[in-house]
């Protein structure tokens, strides 16, 4: 194995991408199959997950994946969960909480439901989870390798922007501030804690805007990169985590949105 292949490797880990069988997830789960991690993808659709299991297995990567049911919309859903995963493995050396919900209206119609909805998965269930799968985590860490955790937060998180999706912006930046506290409270465990802050990509929360490549490159002209992202580009960013390469680093919140977290109308002098 040359030096950069062995600083940027996965091989042997196993891994659990929530909310793996679209968009973000899909795109960090594909990266760690093809690396060399054994990935559980767990959704709501648990036949989505074993398609898109059997999908990613036909790469011909280094790694597995198996697809299975997982709901962390409850606290009965997350024990399920937790319990089909324990049944599976009895370490942890990747959780990526990608599971996520969004709700848009106008202000004045926002409902007062989609607060509880959307902070439920976008969250609590973070925290849960996460919490629930300590003890895999602490059998797969170390301090030559610690065990990983990534989260997703948002632009929509750092950044404030609305777009009508008020509950959805507010939960991601509570991602990011619970991202930060974990961080913390999991160093001396060996656990990395860090956080994606992804801006547009193609994926089923953002198809009414990026479904299409004539609207992909319109979203992408408001980007100072000018496009979206692209599968490689969440790739990249969870080689980079989840590998030796990633090792010292936590409380990280990793901006993957073409420049849009340090994006500003402001000009002092320039006309």
Known sequence: MSYLDE?????????????????????????????????????????????????????????????????????????????????????????VNNAGVSWGAPLESFPYHAWAKVFGVNVTAVFHLTRELLPLLDAAASDADPARVVNLGSVMGTQPLADDAYSYSASKAAVHHLTRTLAIEFAARRITVNAFAPGPFQSRMTAFATATEDQAKHIGGHVPLRRIGAPDDIAGATLYLCSRAGSYITGAILPIDGGQSVQHGLTLFKE
């Open 7 to 95: 600083l940027f490797s996965v091989a042997g880990k196993t891994a659990l991408v929530t909310g793996a069988a679209t968009g973000i997830g899909r795109m960090a789960a594909t990266a760690l199959v093809r690396a060399g991690a054994t990935v559980m993808i767990a959704s709501r659709k648990g036949e989505d997950c074993v398609r898109v299991a059997g999908e990613l297995n036909g790469l011909g990567g280094a790694g597995r994946a198996e697809g299975f049911a997982g709901d962390v919309s409850s606290e009965a859903g997350i024990a399920a969960l937790v319990d089909e995963v324990k049944a599976r493995t009895q370490r942890l050396n990747i959780l």
